[in-house]
């Protein structure tokens, strides 16, 4: 029986443009969390931004869920009372960890550069680096992107920077972050046997998450790479998109609870 629902914000949950959830997702949702089911928010979003679209879906303040914000593929927030709160501990450290690490992801950014000089892209600048904790990268055409994930990933083989994609975007993360490390790490804190997680993304940053060992589900509109990823794991790609193919996927799951 599933435990804990990990839902993407973008290109998942959310509805495009407008940021939208559909009335009948949030209603399921609203009968999950009342059987005692846990709903985690799972995003490569800041906390604010995170919040925000919950706001607009007057789900926040005032619901009781979602229970668990994962916010920058890193940071940990718990509802309590009402109010998030963060795991300071673990997203201090998770975030030291990462601006350590700083100096060679721009290392690595120089390489790039110096192997591939003809790729168009730009990078956030030293703030957003020190803020956030990572190097990003912003390029002009898709198929740049991925020339530049591919030599990205030979680049930092055997460093402790992976590179992770997200549309046009690639950034130099950790790895000892990212969505799977925080949903297993959300799994052992309550006592969660790791195949009574659902998941749900859309995206290539998605990637290592659904294919943890949870229960792995996706939407119409999704990375063929993902769907991939999901049918290999014998999961559920929804025949809607976004908002309304979270709806499918949970509609499932309550029949089953029930």
């Known amino acids: 029986m599933i435990k804990l629902v990990a839902l993407d914000l973008d290109g998942t949950l959310l509805d495009w443009p407008g940021g939208t959830i559909h009335p009948t997702t949030i209603s399921i949702l609203n009968d999950l969390a009342g059987q005692g089911v846990l709903i985690s928010i799972v995003t490569g979003r800041p906390y604010l931004r995170t919040v925000y679209p919950l706001e607009v879906n007057d789900l926040y303040p005032g619901s009781t869920y979602p229970h668990y914000l994962v916010c ?3 940071d940990i927030y718990e509802l309590i009372h009402r109010e998030y709160q963060p795991w300071k501990k673990h997203n201090q450290a998770a975030l030291a960890d990462e601006v350590a690490l700083l100096p060679l992801g721009n290392e690595m950014l120089e390489h790039l550069e110096k192997v591939h000089p003809q790729l168009e892209f730009s990078i956030n600048n030293g703030y957003s680096q020190r803020t956030r904790g990572f190097v990003e990268l912003y390029f002009v055409l898709e198929e740049e992107v991925l020339t530049g994930f591919a030599a990205l990933s030979e680049l930092m083989a055997d460093t402790p920077l992976k590179p992770v994609r997200n ?3 690639i950034a130099l993360r950790s790895r000892s972050v990212g969505k799977a490390h925080c949903v297993q790490e959300l799994a052992a804190h309550l006592g ?3 195949g009574a997680v659902l998941a749900v993304g ?7 998450m659904l294919a943890c060992g949870l229960r792995p589900a996706t939407t119409s509109n999704a990375d063929p790479e993902i769907k991939e990823i999901v049918q290999y794991h014998k999961g559920h790609i929804a025949s809607l ?3 309304q193919g979270v709806a499918e996927i949970l509609t499932g799951l309550t029949e089953k609870i029930a």
């Open 202 to 208: 859309d995206s290539h940053n998605d990637g290592e």
């Open 167 to 169: 549309g046009r975007g």
């Open 241 to 243: 998109c976004r908002s």
């Open 72 to 74: 920058e593929e890193r």
């Open 192 to 194: 969660i046997d790791i």
